[in-house]
């Protein structure tokens, strides 16, 4: 088929307008979102400008947007900081969580016997020994964690990261090896399933810590040693990369412990790790 210069004209022509009708869209699309105003979060209502308020997800640092009478009158979700919406119930103990954080919350004991005993199952596959002792598990609410905490550390303040804990009453050493007695983990029910499973997993690493390894080391070490166990956890379980990422971005001794135990794995194995542990000498 021939085709005359009339007919590419008018075809150059055509395509040439509809690019032009597409590129008019698009600018007209991003027109209309500048001119909308922001709604509401919970509620849905335009936000004047002067009563706009602004909160990040303590969990995914997304921001979200609210008028003044939400922001004033609703409560923050325990977990995420952001607000809940009205008609959710609180969890018994009171705490207030949002919808969001209520679809994946974990508050049967049994499920969280269900995640320990996985975090359990897994450490076969990386620490090179069976813990001994598998300490019971309690779930507990936030006052006894408040309660735990006051009794323990004092005047140190209550803080989100207070979600889960190991206790012992000593260690000791029995013929040259080291036992911890009355070993328990404690974690606070209603956490979401990915949280849960990094406490349960991080409490459990304290556990392993403390059956294995001489007393007296440093914060991070002790701390940094428990963020790397939920860590090896999450990796070997899958699925868990947020967790992750929000554990390797902490500037506490949590973060800086973890980082710390990663690059003498990255250098020297998990051999590497578990052998600076349990070294004497590391002391405070
Ligand atoms: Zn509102
Ligand atoms: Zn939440
Ligand atoms: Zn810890």
Redesign the pocket.
């Known amino acids: 088929m021939r085709i005359s210069q009339n007919e590419k004209l008018l075809a150059t022509l055509i395509l040439l307008s509809i690019f032009l009708i597409f590129l008019q869209s698009v600018s007209f699309k991003e027109y209309v979102s500048a001119q909308d105003s922001i709604k509401?979060?919970?509620?849905?209502?335009d936000?004047p400008p002067d009563k706009l308020h602004e909160l990040p997800s303590d969990i995914t640092g997304e921001r979200k947007f609210?008028?003044d009478?939400?922001?004033k009158t609703l409560p923050m979700c325990f977990f995420c900081g952001l607000l809940v919406k009205p008609g959710i119930l609180p969890l018994s103990d009171g705490r207030h969580i949002c919808a969001d954080c209520l679809k994946n919350a974990v508050i049967e004991y049994k499920d969280v016997k269900a995640i320990y005993d996985e975090v359990v199952a897994i450490s076969y596959r990386f620490l090179e020994r069976r813990i001994k002792f598998v300490p019971p598990l309690y779930i507990i609410n936030q006052k006894q964690y408040k309660e735990h905490k006051e009794r323990c550390s004092g005047s140190k303040p209550f803080t989100i990261f207070d979600l889960g804990y190991y206790n012992c009453d000593r260690q000791i050493y029995v013929n040259g090896i080291i036992e911890a007695r009355n070993p328990v983990i404690c974690v606070i029910y209603g956490l979401p399933k990915d949280e849960m499973f990094d406490v349960v997993a991080h409490e459990f690493g304290h556990a392993w810590y403390f059956e294995n390894c001489p007393p007296n080391q440093s914060e991070e070490i002790v701390e940094g040693f428990a963020q790397w166990v939920a860590y090896k956890e999450m990796i070997i379980k899958g699925d868990y990369n947020r967790e992750i990422n929000i554990q390797l971005k902490r500037d506490d001794v949590y973060g800086t412990g973890l980082r710390k135990f990663i690059s003498i794995e990255n250098s020297g194995g998990i051999s590497a790790v578990l052998k600076y542990v349990k070294a004497q000498g590391y002391t405070r």
Request: charged content about 10%.
């Open positions: 509401c979060y919970i509620c849905g209502k936000i609210y008028c009478n939400c922001f």
